[in-house]
């Protein structure tokens, strides 16, 4: 059996924890009572679900000498308080009494037999089977402190009691065995947590589309039968489709299951060791009995059990390593996930304390408060504005009404979702509903737009399974805020959602309805954005002389309290289309939420909040906000919002007056969430000056003084009142190394993860945690000691990266490990972001702005959106076939070649005529820009001449830009402007159709195009198109960093070592390419090894002399060039070097060396040699 075929109980405090229960799974349902258990004492509650008897079992620890945490007192009191229970109460009482056997009665003894006598308890233990051993002083102790107590009633009843000294041979204490029986009681099982119902991970649906489509097809209703279907019936039909996907999947996919894992390292050597290990406890045990001398059996079970030992973990350390050295990229993912990440532990079902300080008693009544915590009833209204409010709410709505959904907005809502994602009750994943959605095209599209048309959310979409997740970081998993919930929702149900937020969505956008000051859960904005817009306020202000206040506000459970009857007031003002209203109307009707908590299950019906997983949660959440957004606050006052971080700043040049503005302001935004039913906590408001004089106002929230704090946490980033940043700096800088210091337990400089994957974990996990939102901070770099706090912190990632030893250099290490230097790194980020933000670079003239993303309300209609659709030819014969069916065909090109850039079409009529059109770029465009203009400009020529035009074919040779325009949800502006042209000569019945043809393979008109685009890149006149993308903006940072690289490694009088050898830093970069850096090319490179003069330095050898004379000094060079100990080696490279005329005495003989294969071979293998023997030569 494994751990993962155990419930495990533990209730850790600042204290070990010493007791607890590891319950086989699916044997019976438990509750742990967190009320009463602590460290020392665990205390579970087993289900009976025929009466209201319990039954607990009890595990306990009591220190030897002195009960430091009264731990007996607690289980008396505990027993006390249910003294109708039955218990079963095993541990070790360190206690003596001659009722179950000690020699001798102690204090604690008699303490015990008191509780014994007290309560009626039963002890199992027989008097003569000792339960703990030890030999100290050569001498054997023995006594019985381990104990079973039960109850003395008919309900539980204790077989087969012994103690068992073979079972488990690494402890002094005995393992102890028995089989209890529960009679006449019917014990409940735990339900089945998992919506995972079938394993689709290697499922090949090409192959079984087929079947799949016969399987469903039979028992599908009909179209006719969904249109002509009422809200009762569209109910029933998709109860009719679940249940068919289901049975189908039942038929054709295999069902996950969970294989509890085993020891992948265990072998027959361990096996055969462990019986070793056996036989000496039973012999030793056998002469204790026999009173026989014990010194030599004493001696064979040590160097058995080392013996063992050292096995086990060699093994497992072997096995570990061949782990960490994977090199595919879902093994590096799985390494960085098991090492780096932090997650809390599942947590069994436990008891849970209340807001008043009470603990729940039951199993139904800690489900009941976590259903209850998390989704809140709504409340009486108390104002006349609520009131108001709520009758909105049922009132009719008269706005035009959105066109039924299309099969391209159904199949990439499907594709949208991630299939290992955890499913809804159904236990249908996205890849199974995708399938369907593609094998049933007409059905799928029907379904929806029937339930579009009703205006009807169907209600077995409308339940969530609600899975409670453990919060990291949490010292004390006894409380409701410990957890938050993830609701687990169809995915059909899902997309439904899905479809009616985009439409609205797209309604919001296209009239610029959502306030602009709501920066979370909206496209095309980010907490940068949001950081940003709050920070350039504060200076514009403070630069004008005004005192500042920013106040950082928290919304009390926001999600779980928002009011429904808010969100239709907002949807109304909006002017939402009728029939996304009234379906929305219907989505939160009737919803309920489950939980399955131990062995039973809690649903409740909801009245107010978002569900956390849904779809629909964030746009209504963000309703609810732009109301506060919109709030016409006293002047000198701005208020903004990411998703439920709402952040107030006020200004004024008078301090009276800013005291007035801010505490008049606050006493709106409080008011306002009275009449919206959400709370606001000044215990969590912060309240920060950002002048001198700006503390010194009263700022009052709710009767309750806010005092000034001089930083804040807001969004990820700390800001101080004087917008140094370093706290923010320190604090990433802190929060790398822990997650270095997780990295260190699995690598060594002789083993462990993969230098690669170490990389990677570096580039893709710690990088994207340093530079987050670094145009922000990242002027903290200006401080000396910033910068080298973020240097030394990278060097810990480069030494492991170059397996080297914790004393190199930080110039060094990082120079081997090829990184860029930290503080560069962090800078060029904060380029990037800053030339998004601004939408143009310091690297080109202000008036060439950077490329950006079309706006949302930029794009067609949802409805409308199409992808195109396009052929590959690769030969003239296909050319032929497929042009005959087009009257005109367009040849698109783009070029970019010595600096220039050029795009062009050439277009031919039925007559083959053939018009030219060219188009010049600025010199930072890119190729992809080229082509992507000169495809938008042929379909403006089409629609300028759309009467002459009936057909028309586009063919380029970039595919790149075909597939771009295969996604009708990009947000590429030339992709936006074809999409739109497509549209409007669609609407004219002109046909466009769009092929990819290979380069130079005879089509003439590709030929042309091709010229032609070269020559319009030369032409003398100014750009067509001027819009620089960010890829330039990062080529020119790359060649930056480059140098900065350079002129790192080459600062003069560091890594002298490595520069003997490799004095450029291209020198470097050369052999590196070409050799990569191990534990024993490091120790050459760096000279910080195993020789003795590197170990004299620490003072770890006496003496700096080589064994081989003891004479020289022992020196890498020494040992390379000259220490005969290392001669056949060497021997080998000299003849390869002599070979190829290589002069191994030169300086710079390494550059000649890595030129030849052979070479570079015989030196790593010579290098190795050294290495790998260097320590048993010196002896050290």
Request: glycine share 2%; proline share 5%.
């Amino acid at each position: 059996m494994t751990n993962s075929d155990y419930t495990l109980y533990q209730f850790p405090t600042s204290r070990p924890t010493l007791a607890a229960l590891a319950i086989r799974k699916n044997t019976v349902s438990t509750l742990g009572i967190s009320s009463h258990s602590t460290s020392n004492l665990c205390i579970v509650q087993c289900r009976d679900s025929t009466s209201n008897r319990k039954i607990f079992l009890i595990s306990v620890y009591i220190e030897p000498r002195h009960d430091a945490f009264n731990t007996l007192t607690n289980l008396e009191q505990f027993i006390l308080c249910n003294n109708n229970a039955s218990f079963l109460i095993c541990g070790d009482f360190n206690g003596w009494h001659g009722l179950w056997g000690s020699r001798a009665n102690n204090d604690r003894g008699d303490l015990i037999f008191d509780l014994i006598c007290n309560n009626n308890f039963i002890i199992h233990n027989t008097g003569n089977s000792p339960t703990f051993h030890t030999v100290t002083h050569q001498l054997p102790r023995q006594s019985i402190i381990d104990l079973t107590l039960t109850s003395n009633c008919s309900h539980i009843h204790i077989n087969n009691w012994s103690v068992n000294s073979g079972l488990i041979v690494s402890s002094d204490h005995f393992p102890i065995t028995f089989k209890v029986s529960f009679n006449n009681i019917a014990l409940t099982k735990n339900k089945k947590l998992s919506t995972f119902r079938y394993n689709t991970t290697f499922i090949r649906w090409k192959d079984i589309q087929d079947k799949f489509a016969d399987e469903v097809g039979r028992e599908l209703p009909s179209v006719e039968a969904i249109n002509s279907a009422n809200s009762h019936d569209l109910d029933n039909i998709i109860n009719k489709l679940t249940s068919t996907l289901q049975k189908t999947c039942d038929k054709l996919l295999p069902r996950s299951r969970h294989a509890p894992p085993k020891a992948p390292f265990w072998n027959e050597n361990l096996q055969l060791l462990k019986e070793k290990v056996l036989h000496a406890h039973h012999r030793l045990c056998r002469f204790v009995r026999r009173k026989l001398p014990l010194n030599e059996v004493i001696a064979e079970r040590d160097r058995a059990r080392r013996e063992y030992s050292i096995a086990f973990c060699a093994a497992s350390t072997e096995h570990f390593r061949e782990f960490c050295t994977r090199q595919t990229k879902e093994d590096v993912w799985s390494v960085t996930n098991r090492i780096i990440k932090t997650k809390p532990l599942s947590q069994p079902p436990s008891t849970l304390r209340l807001s008043d300080g009470s603990y729940t008693s039951s199993t139904y009544d800690t489900a009941d408060a976590l259903i209850n915590n998390f989704f809140p009833d709504d409340t009486n209204d108390v104002t006349d504005t609520q009131t108001a409010i709520r009758a909105l709410m049922s009132q009719s709505i008269n706005t035009p009404s959105e066109p039924n959904f299309t099969l391209t907005e159904i199949l990439n809502g499907l594709r949208q979702m991630n299939n290992k994602k955890a499913p809804g009750i159904d236990h249908l994943t996205s890849d199974i509903c995708l399938q369907f959605a593609t094998s049933f095209p007409e059905f799928i599209t029907a379904l929806y737009n029937r339930c579009l048309t009703l205006q009807h959310f169907p209600r077995p979409w409308k339940h969530a399974v609600i899975k409670i997740i453990p919060k990291p970081g949490k010292d004390n998993y006894s409380q409701l805020s410990s957890f938050r919930p993830i609701g687990l929702i169809n995915v059909l149900g899902k997309l439904l959602e899905r479809l009616i937020i985009d439409r609205l969505t797209f309604h919001l956008n296209r009239l610029q309805l959502s306030n602009p000051r709501q920066f979370g859960f909206k496209q095309q904005t980010s907490t940068s954005t949001a950081i940003i817009t709050a920070l350039d306020l504060i200076r514009s202000k403070k630069a004008n002389g005004e005192h500042v206040i920013a106040v950082s506000l928290d919304i009390k459970a926001a999600f779980d309290n928002a009011w429904w009857p808010a969100v239709f007031a907002r949807l109304r003002h909006y002017d939402c289309p009728s029939n996304i209203y009234y379906i929305l109307l219907s989505y939160v009707q009737n919803r309920t939420v489950g939980i399955d908590f131990s062995d039973i299950s809690v649903t409740k019906t909801m009245s107010r909040g978002c569900v956390q997983g849904s779809v629909c949660g964030p746009t209504m959440w963000n309703l609810i906000m732009d109301e506060l957004l919109d709030i016409d606050l006293p002047t000198g006052c701005h208020i903004q919002a990411y998703a439920d971080d709402v952040l107030l700043i006020t200004h004024s040049t008078s301090l009276s007056d800013l005291q007035t503005i801010t505490n008049n302001a606050l006493d709106l935004i409080y008011n306002w969430g009275s009449n919206v039913k959400l709370r606001f906590g000044p215990d969590k408001t912060t309240l920060t000056a950002f002048t001198n004089k700006a503390n010194s106002v009263s700022v009052i929230m709710n009767n309750v003084q806010l005092e000034f704090v001089s930083s804040f946490k807001y969004l990820g980033i700390i800001i101080d009142n004087k917008f140094k940043f370093t706290l923010h700096s320190t604090y990433i800088i802190e929060k790398a190394k822990k997650l270095f210091h997780k990295l260190l337990l699995f690598t060594r400089p002789t083993w462990g993860i993969h230098s690669d994957n170490i990389r990677t974990i570096y580039e893709q996990v710690i990088i994207p945690i340093i530079c987050y939102a670094a145009n922000i901070w990242s002027n903290s770099l200006k401080y000396k000691f910033i910068a080298k706090k973020f240097l030394s912190l990278q060097r810990l990632f480069a030494i492991k990266i170059v397996h080297g030893f914790r004393t190199l250099s930080t110039i060094t290490s990082i120079s081997l490990a090829q990184l860029i230097p930290l503080p560069e790194k962090i800078k060029s980020v904060a380029t990037i972001e800053t030339s998004k933000h601004l939408g143009y670079s310091s690297f080109l003239p202000s008036d060439i702005p950077l490329e950006k993303p079309s706006p949302p309300s930029s794009l067609l209609h949802p409805s409308l959106r199409t992808p195109i659709t396009f052929t590959e030819i690769s030969s003239m014969e296909e050319f032929s076939s497929l042009s005959i069916n087009y009257s005109y065909h367009i040849f698109t090109d783009g070029s970019k070649h010595d600096g220039v850039v050029g795009a062009a079409f050439v277009a031919f009529d039925p007559c083959e005529v053939y018009v030219t059109k060219k188009f010049k770029l600025h010199p930072s465009c890119s190729v992809f820009q080229a082509e992507m203009l000169a495809i938008h400009k042929a379909c403006e020529w089409i629609a300028s001449n759309s009467n002459n035009i009936n057909s028309c074919i586009i063919f380029s040779d970039s595919k790149s830009s075909l597939q771009e325009l295969s996604n009708p949800y990009s947000y590429n502006t030339f992709a936006v402007n074809i999409f739109h042209l497509l549209h409007t000569l669609s609407s004219s019945s002109i046909n466009v159709g769009f092929a990819w043809v290979k380069a130079h393979i005879g089509i003439a008109g590709n030929e042309i195009a091709d010229i032609a685009a070269k020559s319009a890149a030369s032409l003398h006149k100014s750009p067509d198109f001027i819009h620089t993308p960010i890829s330039h903006i990062k080529l020119r940072l790359r060649d930056s960093l480059m140098d900065s690289r350079k002129s790192f490694y080459e600062q003069p009088l560091t890594s002298c070592h490595t520069k003997k050898y490799l004095p450029t830093f291209d020198d470097l970069s050369a052999f590196l390419s070409v050799i990569k850096p191990s534990f024993a090319i490091t120790q050459f490179l760096t000279n910080h090894s195993f020789n003795k003069s590197y170990l004299h330095r620490f003072n770890i050898t006496p003496d700096d002399l080589c064994p081989c004379d003891s004479a020289e000094k022992q020196t890498f060079d020494h040992l390379i060039f000259s220490c005969p100990r290392f001669s056949n080696t060497r021997l080998d490279f000299y003849i390869s070097c002599n070979n190829f005329k290589i002069d191994v005495q030169q300086p710079q003989f390494l550059i000649k060396v890595i030129k030849k294969c052979e070479t570079t071979e015989l030196f790593t293998k010579h290098i190795e040699n050294i290495v790998n023997n260097l320590k048993a030569f010196n002896n050290t």
